[in-house]
């Protein structure tokens, strides 16, 4: 029984896990209101609040890790290829 108990709780830990990810493109779109960004791919990406925002404008190239948590891609790091660091 101690054996079912165990696996049950590492299926569930496994289960809401975060995936992670890296993905690079152009910035399409940027959502100031809701804090999020969409590549040119048509993918959303949400920011964090301590993302300078005005940095950001369509049509930049830029570099994304993020993680995937309750179904949004949360972006944990970016990279603007000509300017270093965004965040």
């Known amino acids: 029984m101690r054996i079912l108990i165990g696996a049950v709780a ?14 690079e493109g152009l910035i399409k779109e940027i959502d100031k209101d809701t804090l999020t960004l969409t590549l040119d791919d048509g993918k959303s990406y949400k920011l964090n609040a301590e993302t300078d925002i005005e940095a950001l404008k369509p049509g930049m190239d830029i570099v994304i890790a993020y ?4 179904g949004e891609n949360v972006i944990t790091d970016m990279q603007l290829p000509d300017s270093g660091s965004a965040e």
């Open 67 to 70: 993680d995937e948590t309750n």
């Open 10 to 23: 590492a299926t569930l830990l496994i289960s809401t896990a975060a995936f992670a990810g890296q993905t």
